[in-house]
C-alpha cells in the first residue's frame, strides 16, 4: 500500500556540503591601511616639527604698530648723555643696580625690563649696563628707540 520513494531530493549525507562552501563575512578589521597612514602622519609630524620652533629669540622692534597690553608695567632704566644711570626717575650708581632691581621684583626674575640709552653714549656702556643686569638673571631687556 504505501510506496516510499527514495532519491530524488537532498536530504543530509553527502548533499550537505554546498553551505560550508558558501561565503561568511570576516569579523576582523584589517589595521594594515590605518597604520600605513599613521606613519606617513608621524614622518611628516617629524619633518615639520624642527621648523615650527624658532631657534633665536628676538624682540623685533614695530615700526608703525600700537603697543600691546601688558600683564605689568616694566622697569624702566634710563642712562643719559653723561652716563648717569636712571632708575624710573631716581639716579643710582651701577652697583646699586642689581639690589634696587632685585628689591623691586622679589624673586621674579621674568620682569621686563626698557633700558633707554642716549644717542650719544658709546655703545659700551650701554651693554655694562646689559651685561649687569643680565647676569643679575634678568632676561627679558628691551632696548627702547624713538618712532619715527
Given at each position: 500500500m504505501g510506496a516510499s520513494v527514495t532519491g530524488g531530493g537532498r536530504s543530509g549525507g553527502a548533499g550537505s556540503s554546498g553551505r560550508r562552501g558558501?561565503?561568511?563575512?570576516?569579523a576582523?578589521?584589517?589595521?594594515?591601511?590605518?597604520?600605513?597612514?599613521?606613519?606617513v602622519l608621524l614622518i611628516v609630524f617629524m619633518v615639520a616639527a624642527p621648523l615650527?620652533?624658532?631657534?633665536?629669540?628676538?624682540?623685533?622692534?614695530?615700526?608703525a604698530a600700537r603697543p600691546l597690553p601688558q600683564?605689568?608695567?616694566?622697569?624702566?632704566?634710563?642712562?643719559?648723555?653723561?652716563?648717569?644711570i636712571f632708575l624710573a626717575d631716581t639716579a643710582i650708581g651701577l652697583n646699586e643696580l642689581v639690589p634696587r632691581l632685585t628689591a623691586i621684583v622679589g624673586s621674579s626674575r621674568d620682569t621686563r625690563?626698557?633700558?633707554?640709552?642716549?644717542?650719544?653714549?658709546?655703545?659700551?656702556?650701554?651693554m655694562q649696563v646689559i651685561g649687569i643686569i643680565n647676569r643679575a638673571g634678568f632676561t627679558r631687556v628691551a632696548l627702547v628707540a624713538e618712532q619715527r
Open positions: 558558501r561565503y561568511r563575512p570576516m576582523e578589521i584589517n589595521v594594515t591601511p590605518f597604520v600605513d597612514v599613521m606613519l615650527l620652533t624658532a631657534g633665536i629669540q628676538v624682540d623685533l622692534p614695530k615700526a600683564d605689568s608695567k616694566p622697569l624702566e632704566i634710563s642712562i643719559d648723555h653723561e652716563g648717569a625690563i626698557y633700558l633707554r640709552g642716549d644717542t650719544k653714549l658709546d655703545y659700551g656702556q650701554v
